[in-house]
């Protein structure tokens, strides 16, 4: 009986580390697109509100961690780039929320 209920516990932990390779693999294939997208977004519209004036710190942070993930979208890193760019789009917003604090007074 021990023995039995240990083969099922091996045969269990093989077929979850099977899924979750196969899920972290998966997740991993694909450049994100739609955060570069977002983060970019975020930055042109933090850049409308002069952001590079009145909140100069955000907004260079925001354009550095693009640049960063851009270039880890080209080596194929595509975790790290999209890590990358939700970093750079919360910049952003931080850059685009300080300068409509900002430009309010």
């Known amino acids: ?3 039995f ?4 516990k091996l045969i269990n932990t093989r077929i979850l580390i099977l899924v979750l390779t196969l899920l972290l693999s998966a997740c991993a ?4 697109v739609q955060m570069m997208s ?3 977004q975020a930055i042109a519209a ?8 009145l909140a100069p ?9 693009i640049a960063l993930a851009e270039t880890q979208i080209r080596n194929g890193s595509f975790t790290y780039a ?10 952003a917003v931080e850059a685009l929320n300080v300068a409509r604090a900002e430009d309010q007074n």
Request: no cysteine; glycine share 0%; aromatic share 12%.
């Open 82 to 91: 999209w890590q990358n760019a939700q970093r750079a789009k919360n910049r």
């Open 38 to 40: 977002d983060a970019r």
């Open 1 to 3: 009986m021990f023995y």
């Open 29 to 32: 294939t694909e450049p994100p």
């Open 46 to 53: 933090a850049e409308q509100a002069d952001a590079p004036r």
């Open 5 to 8: 209920e240990f083969k099922n």
């Open 57 to 65: 710190v955000p907004i260079a942070e925001a354009r550095r961690y």
